[in-house]
């Protein structure tokens, strides 16, 4: 499985996806974001990001219901497919065994 | 109430800026629109909240433009490709497919009639290319002089004066003149200065001796000119024997060095300090040939002439310029003002003359410097117009070809117009269409035009006499050529566009459709209208050429072959005048030399006040005046009717005259030689005998009569050298040997040499210039027209091939249906020759009036051109006719 095609803000807003599950959509997940980062972040960075995870199949969308902020508009949800998902654990357990490695000392010395 | 106020969340998208909605509507894909804008409105709703609108309006562009990416514009692929799952609109708008289409189908037409695209194409970009040229150089001329910054205030100061009855009209103005406008006049100016004419001298630093031109002029020149600085103020001429040099002088002595404060000397004698180095004056204006500015004084200081004639009202040699004071009435005002300036000043006798003073404004010098009786009759602005109607012709006549061929092939598209109407498409599709297609192709001939005329601009330049560049950072000029591609493209293809496409599809497709007869009609007044054009240059360039060869034919009264002179400003050569002599003509290269005051294209000195026996008292004899040495008249080689040449035999010959044809005639003598002719100086009168009359000699201008001159032995400090080359001797041999001889005898100056034929060649380069510029025209006219006739006859062959077909099995010769497809365009032809020749006539004849001697228009021209058109036109239309007249029956009968 290739898994270098995830990119860093994908994977971002992929994991923002799961967190946010089971009403995760661009908006809530852009604010979410800039909250966690402290950056801004555009709700069409963010619908461009879900736009290519769903072409790669690590998410799926379905139309959810309209409100009047969105003037009457329906929202597009998303959630983590079960590929997603796997793709997800794969990339934290990379990290993790990564982390793990690192020499407790030079972890000390970071704080 | 502000709308962060509001604690719940109020629906308040109607504050999101309305325009950003219709701007993602047509940017964003149909199937994405419903989800995108929503998430805008939210979000900015939140960003309302959460900051207030102001700052919410200002991130909302940022949210906005974060759309602005492929995968949001993209539309959705057809039905049957995957992701139509999405919800949407439309699959896919049509608008693309079809341009698509349009676009494919419009390059297939092009690649499959080669022949037309490139007529078409060709024709229209030449033409294009030529208008171009054109335009840029009425810009240019249009533009000359402007680099000054007070263009509009600036003028000369000039006069027109009264001479037996025709009021002449001159720029050289008296000297004292300047000081009567500053001080009864001073508040209508800013400046005025006394300036001399532009004159060559040589300047040098140590051993490096260059020959430059420039003024003596009053130090607020500078300022005047607006010249650029580039070192020292624009004060520099303040100071006493100063110098501001142009920035090519500078680098010519100086290269990388400081010239600031550094000593150049003026003919080797006088020394001055360069106080500043100003930006070379661009081509386009008057003084581009001004390479350095002495302040007036030393002109005062080194010429005595000069000095004497600080109060004299009565010696006209000098320049004034003037630039009007910020708060002046403008130009006619002060000219009305000054009028009488210099006629309160001078004497009973000069007064007869009526002089009135006037200023000429820089805006006029350049196209409008020629005077007529005391009335300026314009002068470059008529090539101005000629060339710019030429221009707008070429134009034209490229246009016609265009939209010609165009229509005509157009119709061959009937069924293209019938398959697509019947297939569905709207009336404006098909508008749309054709105007979309010939757009293209004026666009593209708009791209290949501009790499024509990049091409051709060096090669214009040097005809033209220009320095011209392509004007590519101008916006009007971009916007000039967008807007003329367009108008040609929509109008040229507004006829198939709007015609064919309002026909009933069945009518097409089932072959009952006829284009009406009339349709031809409006072709056939557009090819009259280009023969009319083409043949009316074809006469005007024949008439220029004539008047050029008939000015240059004409007895010039001496011998021009290796004669050349040299201008000498200092009294070297003339203190050793003998010496330099034998030593010139024992190197051998020289077979003759003189002196004279003038040079030998042109006359600098005329005088007034001669008197002779029987000399009727009103006439004002004035004189052109030339100072000679004895071996003048054999150094050019002049010619005598009566009597003899100066000779130093005769002791007496020191008051000889020598005159010319003219002068007889103006004097009204019947046997001039013996003569008296007496001569009012300042101390009374000096009597000179007529010892001989020569030939008319041409030294001013071909086209005008030579002026009644006299040639006596001058007591002239020497300011031409003329020399008559051994013809056994190569020019370059020759001219060595007397450089030495030069350097020998006036080592101040460089050895500046010119050949009379050569400067006497000078005087025909303007009408040379048009006679070449109208060739080029005329030839491009005549190939446009050809082009477009070509491709006609093409089309007129193609749609009678049944025609043909048929007449041929009936038993007509080649020879018949050669004649039958030909003479639609003959007739053509001589209708647009019958326009041509009267309104050609009517003005060049009106051109020709400007000269004094002048060709005769004469009935052999136009029959030549007429001919000349005619077998242009059948040889063009011939060439397709005799293709389809020998075409075999059964090919074109079997066709369909």
């Known amino acids: 499985m290739r898994r270098s095609d995830l990119g860093e803000f994908e994977e971002v807003v992929l994991l923002a996806v799961a967190a946010l599950s089971p009403k995760a959509y661009s908006v809530v997940i852009a604010e979410e974001l800039e909250r966690e980062t402290g950056n801004s972040v555009s709700t069409g960075a963010v619908h461009a990001a879900l736009q290519r995870l769903e072409q790669k199949g690590y998410v799926s969308s379905f139309l959810g219901e309209a409100t009047a902020e969105r003037g009457g508009r329906r929202k597009r949800l998303f959630t983590v497919s079960a590929l997603g998902g796997r793709i997800l654990q794969d990339v934290r357990a990379v990290r993790n065994r990564l982390w793990e490695r690192i020499d407790s000392h030079l972890l000390l010395d970071w704080q | ?52 609108e102001a700052k919410a309006r200002r991130r909302y562009w940022r949210e906005v433009l974060a759309y602005v990416r492929p995968s949001i514009i993209r539309r959705q692929p057809a039905v049957g490709v995957p992701h139509h799952r999405r ?75 009264n001479v037996n009855g025709e009021t002449v009209t001159q720029l050289s103005v008296p000297l004292p003149l300047a000081n009567e406008l500053r001080t009864t006049y001073g508040s209508e100016f800013k400046h005025v200065l006394l300036s001399s004419w532009t004159e060559g001298h040589t300047l040098s630093v140590g051993d490096k001796k260059l020959w430059k031109a420039g003024n003596y002029i009053e130090p607020g ?77 030393v002109n005062v200081a080194i010429r005595d002439w000069v000095k004497n004639s600080q109060d004299r009202w009565s010696n006209n040699s000098f320049q004034i310029f003037v630039q009007l004071a910020d708060h002046s009435a403008g130009m006619e005002a002060v000219s009305a ?151 040609t493209g929509l109008i040229s293809g507004s006829y198939p566009a709007f015609y064919l496409s309002s026909f009933q599809p069945v009518k097409i497709l089932k072959g009952t459709f006829r284009v009406g007869r009339f349709a031809a009609i409006p072709r056939q007044v557009l090819v009259v209208i280009q023969f009319t054009v083409s043949v009316a240059l074809i006469i005007g360039t024949i008439i220029v050429f004539r008047q050029i060869q008939f000015a240059k034919n004409r007895p010039i009264g001496y011998s021009r072959n290796g004669l050349l002179y040299v201008q000498t400003t200092t009294a070297d050569i003339h203190n050793h005048y003998d010496a330099f002599r034998d030593d010139l003509i024992k190197s051998g290269a020289v077979v003759e030399m003189a002196e004279s005051e003038s040079p ?30 004895h071996e003048f008249g054999k150094t050019v080689g002049w010619q005598f009717k009566e009597g003899r040449d100066f000779s130093r ?136 027209s050809c082009l477009g006739l070509f491709g006609l006859a093409s089309f007129v062959a193609e749609q009678r091939t049944k025609e043909i077909g048929v007449r041929k099995v009936l038993g007509a010769s080649v020879f018949s249906l050669w004649g039958l497809l030909s003479k639609d365009f003959v007739l053509l032809v001589f209708i647009s020759f019958g326009i041509a020749t009267p309104i050609a006539w009517y003005y060049l004849d009106n051109w020709l009036q400007k000269y004094k001697y002048h060709t005769e228009i004469s009935w052999w021209i136009f029959v030549a051109s007429g001919t000349g058109a005619l077998v242009v036109t059948l040889l063009t239309v011939s060439f397709q006719s005799v293709k389809a007249a020998l075409m075999d029956p059964v090919t074109s009968l079997r066709s369909e």
């Open chain 2, 1 to 52: 109430m502000k709308p962060e106020k509001s604690s719940s969340r109020k629906p308040n998208h109607q504050y999101a800026p309305k325009w950003i909605t219709w701007f993602i509507e047509w940017l964003c894909a149909p199937h994405l629109r419903e989800e995108v804008l929503g998430d805008l409105y939210e979000r900015y709703a939140l960003q309302v909240a959460q900051w207030g």
């Open chain 2, 87 to 161: 919800f949407g609109t439309y699959p896919n708008p049509t608008n693309t497919v079809m341009l698509r289409n349009y676009l494919k189908i419009a390059f297939r037409n092009l690649v499959r009639n080669k022949v037309y695209s490139f007529i078409n194409i060709g024709g229209l970009a030449v033409g294009m290319a030529i208008a171009m040229l054109i335009g840029l150089w009425i810009y240019d001329e249009l533009s000359f002089d402007k680099y000054h910054k007070n263009y509009d205030r600036i003028a000369t100061v000039m006069q027109h004066y």
């Open chain 2, 221 to 297: 020149a500078p300022d005047m000119l607006s010249l650029k600085m580039l070192k020292g103020t624009r004060a520099g001429l303040k100071e006493p024997y100063s110098i501001m040099i142009s920035e090519s002088v500078a680098n010519a002595f100086f290269g990388e060095g400081d010239p600031m404060g550094k000593v150049l000397k003026i003919d080797n004698q006088i020394a001055v300090k360069v106080t500043g180095v100003y930006e070379d004056l661009p081509y386009n204006t008057q003084f581009n040939n001004l390479d350095y500015l002495v302040p007036w004084q």
């Open chain 2, 337 to 487: 003002k000054i009028k009488e300036a210099k006629l309160q000043h001078i004497d009973k006798e000069e007064a007869k003359q009526k002089p009135e003073i006037f200023l000429q404004p820089m805006s006029n010098w350049h196209l409008y410097s020629e005077f007529k009786n005391g009335v300026n009759v314009g002068g470059r602005i008529q090539f101005v117009w000629l060339f710019g109607i030429i221009g707008a012709f070429v134009l034209l006549l490229a246009c016609i070809n265009f939209m010609n061929l165009s229509t005509a092939r157009s119709e061959k598209r009937a069924k293209e117009v019938g398959i697509r109407k019947a297939v569905g498409s709207i009336r404006s599709q098909l508008i749309g269409q054709f105007l979309s297609e010939s757009l293209l192709v004026v666009f593209i001939s708009f791209a290949i035009s501009l790499l024509l005329v990049q091409l051709i601009l060096p090669f214009f330049n040097d005809v033209a006499d220009k320095k011209m560049t392509m004007l590519w950072s101008t916006p009007v000029f971009w916007l000039l050529g967008i807007s003329f591609c367009f108008l």
């Open chain 2, 600 to 629: 030998l294209t042109g006359v600098w000195n005329n005088n007034g006040g001669f008197d002779w026996a029987g000399k009727d008292p009103n006439q004002d004899a004035n004189f052109a005046v030339i100072g000679v040495t």
């Open chain 2, 649 to 784: 035999a005769f002791a007496t010959d020191s008051l000889g005259l020598v005159l010319n044809e003219a002068a007889v005639k103006f004097m009204g003598l019947k046997n001039p030689v013996g003569q008296i002719v007496r001569e009012k100086t300042q101390d009374g009168f000096l009597t000179y005998k007529v010892i001989g009359v020569i030939k008319d000699m041409v030294m001013e201008s071909p086209y005008e009569p030579v002026k009644q001159t006299l040639f006596y032995l001058g007591n002239f400090s020497g300011n031409f050298v003329n020399i008559k080359l051994n013809p056994n001797t190569s020019a370059s041999e020759a001219v060595s040997k007397i450089g030495a001889v030069f350097q020998k005898y006036n080592p101040a100056s460089p050895f500046n040499y010119k050949f009379a034929d050569q400067e006497y060649a000078k005087k025909f380069a303007a009408e040379e210039r048009i006679g070449t510029l109208a060739t080029f025209f005329a030839i491009l006219a005549i190939f446009i």
